[in-house]
């Protein structure tokens, strides 16, 4: 894939696309450290999990298991049948960057979270560059990390109902990157309906991870049948063109 | 520091690792038939769908009213062709103001 960019301005485009993705991790990452701190957990473990798992949903369900008094065995099997979603999403995004030096790549796989995976995936195919993403994980690391250690050192003092009203921002940057490309194609929408319907029920069937999983692979695999991508393949062969 | 919490984040941190990892080590054994690829290139898409249904209806579990305004001025701001942080703003100002008034 070629790019006009230098990597350094990859980069700094990268972080620069990570910035609504920061305000949607504030809250998430404060309320996870709330709970933690609750469930026994010292100020250094709870920046620590942050640091090192980097999946906000699996930490906060850790954090909500030890209040409950569940063994350490039980949360880490949980944690791993919960991001075993990365496992596709890191796929989708590995594939840009097969020919890339493996160690930028093991690097790079492990900022694939949800909304890095959102925001890089919906880029338009000439920036889904290694540098790109590198920038884009370094604002997402950043963010989730600041934002434990500011849900640490400010329990009490936000307002609780402007940390409520934020719980909506994860949402609303998975809608706002997701409906242009919806409004451009209307088989695509068709599918991200179809997934949505049968996502709320497979999740009244099964736990809501396994849920995901199931109903992301099964509507992608129902999309080869119907969905054309064909302007966005036109695109794609005139960026590999030589 | 309790020594179980350190094995647990251990423990979660491995296994968070090993799937995100994983495509990384093998992507370059892998190749996709056409089919495969487009199969890839639908998955940020139905997985994006299936990340924000159902889950945004609960984002406050006991009013769903919070979740509906704000997807609506979301996607509103989005259909306009505002920017992603100009969504995510506006999603949390309209929600903020439904806690505030109501």
Known sequence: MTSTQTKKQQYLAGLRSGLPVITGFFPVGIAYALLARQAGMSPVETVLMSATVLAGSSQIMAAGMILQGAGITAIILATFVLNLRHLIMSTCVMRHFSGEPAGLRLLSSFGVVDESFAVFCMEPEENRTLFRFLGLISAVYLAWVSAAAVGVLSAGILPQTLLDSMGIAIYALFIAILLPSLRQNRRLALLALLTAICNSLFSRLLPASWALIAATLLCAALGTAFVDLQTDGQKEESADAP | ?102
Do not use: Q
């Open chain 2, 1 to 102: 520091m309790h020594p179980e919490i350190l094995l647990m984040i251990l423990g979660m941190t491995l296994v968070t690792i090993l799937p995100r990892v994983l495509p990384a080590v093998f992507i370059e054994k892998m190749s996709f038939g056409p089919r495969t690829e487009k199969f890839l290139r639908l998955v940020p898409y139905t997985a994006m769908a299936a990340m924000i249904f159902p889950g945004f209806l609960t984002v406050d579990a006991s009013r769903m009213d919070i979740g509906l305004v704000g997807a609506l001025v979301a996607g509103a701001l989005a259909w306009k062709k505002c920017p992603v942080m100009v969504c995510v703003l506006g999603a949390i100002g309209a929600d903020l103001l439904l806690y505030l008034v109501f």
